[in-house]
């Protein structure tokens, strides 16, 4: 079953060969016309949402606004740098999906068998701790009352049901993530009128003159932390590529959706779903698809990833600023966001502050979801299309049980009470760094080695690709020399 408009009816051509795929581990895929686009791109408008809501956490809501906090905002230009290489990194993964119907993962995976494993390894490890609802749970605490670890446990339990009742995975999730897009907007707003000082936003033109400069009080490995990964960073970048092919971009129209096997369909959640995807031949009527195809999926990224992250960061950083600059002794965690909230209710009133923490609490709920979500999405892919491809269980079926896995796992870490375990601790503090510089070498050979020349990485976004290398490769080494000096 496929999950676009059903505008393409042209036959199957035969099997050839028309991109330079390697076949060593998987399977070739199948030759079909690249669909249509559809008429009224603005329907299809999503991925770009899901990314940026589920990036909009811990960085955007305390990292971020704690250094504005610190040293003002001469480092904000770091976040456009930071937002511009992610954007080019989730096109370039993009690029592949768009063109094959696979996941990046997939991809790696023709070159060498276990790459998606060890990938899908470091992004468990970095998620495995279940931080980012535990902090919703306690913003939820500073308004409402009551143990932070019980509300945890029960904000766990409801993100397990809404990833596996809701009928289509990747529409609920999208439709969360709207909202909490639209509600931290309507926040902001307000935050405008009533919150940012004139002082503070004096003081912005100090994040364009000082472009290149580090406030190096607050310690490189901070402030390259903030860089890299404004937005999203880690295993959420890879999963751009599901997150596409659900909503049915370009050869992703083909492949099946994550469906409940609870609520969904039936035949969908039972098929035993092949992911290696399916190419098209690039002459003619397809390559004028493509064309639009790929022109539509760079402004969908730039405007709903990129420019919505961007502005969350500068308005963000802005409240910080008018509300704890110059304040010492703040910490870089939830706890900064509670001295913040009780700022505000100073200043605006008791409502703003306690919106504040609301906001806070559903922006780190959701965003927790979304890191359930691919965390189990990109375990699922590896698994189905790489190591159980004859077993006859769906990738629905899987994606079930890893969510549940994960929702057992963080319950269990809650209700027994235990602390991070300190070899977690280094690997979830140097694991993001080491992945992206990992796949962004991944992604300039796939892109150059497996896609055929019209559609091929080149030029400027090849050279974006070199950057990515090299800043993530810098920004894992000071991280494991910072966690080796801290630890050992």
Known sequence: MTHADDDVSTPHRPATAPFPMSTRNLPRPEVRPLPEPPRRMWRIIGPGIVAAGVGLSS??????????????????WGAVVGVVTQWFLNMEIERYTLATGETAITGFNRYWRHWGAVLVGLTYAANLWPGWTTSSATMLSYVFGGDPTVIAVCLLVLIG?????????????????????????????????LAIKASSWRELPDAVTHIGQFPSELGVAVLMGALAYAGAGGGQNLCQSNWIRDKGFGMG????????????????????TDTTGYVFVPEGENLARWKRWWRFANIEQAITFGLTTVVTIV??????????????????????????GEVLKAQVGSWFGVLFWLIGAFSLFSAATGIVDYTSRLAADVLKSTYLRDSGIGESRLYFWLVWGLVAIGITILALGLDQPLVLLIVSACVAGMMMFVYSGLLLYLNRKALPTPLKVRGVRAVALVWGIGLFGVLSVLTVRQQIDLHF
């Open 59 to 76: 960085g955007e809501f305390i990292l971020w606004p704690y250094i504005a906090s610190q040293a003002g905002l001469v480092f904000l």
């Open 161 to 193: 049901a809404i990833l596996t009742l809701a009928p289509v995975v990747y529409t609920a999730l999208e439709r969360m993530l709207f909202v909490k897009v639209a509600l931290i907007g309507g926040f902001f707003l307000l935050a405008v009128f």
């Open 253 to 272: 129209h083909y492949v099946p959706r994550l469906v409940s096997p609870v609520t969904g369909n039936k035949e969908e959640a039972a098929a035993p």
């Open 315 to 340: 308005l963000a950083s802005l409240l910080a600023h008018s509300t704890l600059f110059g304040t010492e002794g703040l910490a870089n965690d939830v706890g900064f966001v509670e001295a913040e």
